[in-house]
C-alpha cells in the first residue's frame, strides 16, 4: 500500500525566505506527483504535476523535483510572501486509473510572517 | 466557468439518515473522484470514474455509493449515516494524467 509522507508538518518563516518542502513515498511505482495548495474553509488548487518520467516542474517561483528511484519529491518556494501562507499538500498517483487515483501526505502547514 | 461545484456545502444528519452530495463539473472531464478528509489522516479516496457508467471503488468505499449517469455528474450517496462519517467531502475532476481540479467541499456532521 502507497504511503505518503510530508516533512515538517508545519513551518513558520519570515517574509522573503526561500524554503523547501519534502515529500516522500513509499512505492516507487507511480504515474505522476502532484502538489497543492489548500487554503483554510476552501478545496485544493493544484500548483504542479510532475510525469512518472520528469525530473522537475516549474511555475513562477514554484519548483517542484522528483526523483522516482528514491520515493522522494521537494517543492521549493523562492522569495516566499505572506500570501503563500497555507498548507501544501503533495500526492501521487498510482499506475492504474489514468493518474486518478491520488494517495495524499498530511501536510505541510507554512505561515509566512511579515 | 464554474469548474466543480458542489452541494450542500453544510449538512447536519442524524445517524441512520440518507442523502446524496452532489458533485458537477461543466470542463468536461472524463474521470470524477469522491475524497474525505479527516484531521491527521489526510485525504482518503472513496470512489472514482474513469468516464460515464463507469466506477470503481478507492480506499475507502464502505457506506458509500457512487454512479455516473452523465460526464457532468457524479453524486455520493450515503446509505445509512453514522458518526464515523463526520469529515469534509471533496469532489474532483480531469482529464487523463493531467492536473486534479477540486470543489470546494460539503462539511457533513452526523449526530
Known amino acids: 500500500k502507497q504511503e505518503v509522507t510530508q516533512i515538517p508538518a508545519a513551518l513558520s518563516v519570515p517574509e522573503g525566505e526561500n524554503l523547501v518542502l519534502n515529500c516522500s513515498f513509499t512505492?516507487?511505482?507511480?504515474?505522476?506527483l502532484q502538489w497543492f495548495r489548500q487554503d483554510p474553509g476552501k478545496g485544493l488548487t493544484s500548483l504542479l504535476l510532475i510525469q512518472s518520467s520528469q525530473r522537475e516542474q516549474t511555475s513562477g517561483r514554484l519548483n517542484a523535483s522528483l526523483d522516482k528511484s528514491s520515493g522522494r519529491s521537494t517543492l521549493y518556494i523562492a522569495a516566499s510572501q505572506p500570501g503563500d501562507s497555507a498548507t501544501y499538500l503533495c500526492?501521487?498517483?498510482?499506475?492504474?486509473?489514468?493518474?486518478?487515483?491520488?494517495?495524499f501526505g498530511t501536510g505541510t502547514q507554512l505561515k509566512v510572517e511579515l | 466557468n464554474a469548474g466543480v461545484t458542489q452541494t450542500p456545502k453544510f449538512q447536519v444528519l442524524k445517524t441512520g439518515q440518507s442523502m446524496t452530495l452532489q458533485c458537477a463539473q461543466d470542463m468536461n472531464h472524463e474521470y470524477m473522484s469522491w475524497y474525505r478528509q479527516d484531521p491527521g489522516m489526510g485525504l482518503r479516496l472513496i470512489h472514482y470514474s474513469v468516464g460515464a457508467g463507469i466506477t470503481d471503488q478507492g480506499e475507502v468505499p464502505n457506506g458509500y455509493n457512487v454512479s455516473r449517469s452523465t460526464t457532468e455528474d457524479f453524486p455520493l450517496r450515503l446509505l445509512s449515516a453514522a458518526p464515523s462519517q463526520t469529515s469534509v467531502y471533496f469532489c474532483?475532476?480531469?482529464?487523463?494524467?493531467?492536473?486534479?481540479?477540486f470543489g470546494d467541499g460539503t462539511r457533513l456532521s452526523i449526530l
Open positions: 474532483a475532476s480531469s482529464n487523463r494524467n493531467q492536473p486534479q481540479h
Open positions: 512505492d516507487s511505482a507511480i504515474y505522476n
Open positions: 500526492a501521487v498517483s498510482g499506475v492504474t486509473g489514468g493518474g486518478n487515483k491520488l494517495t
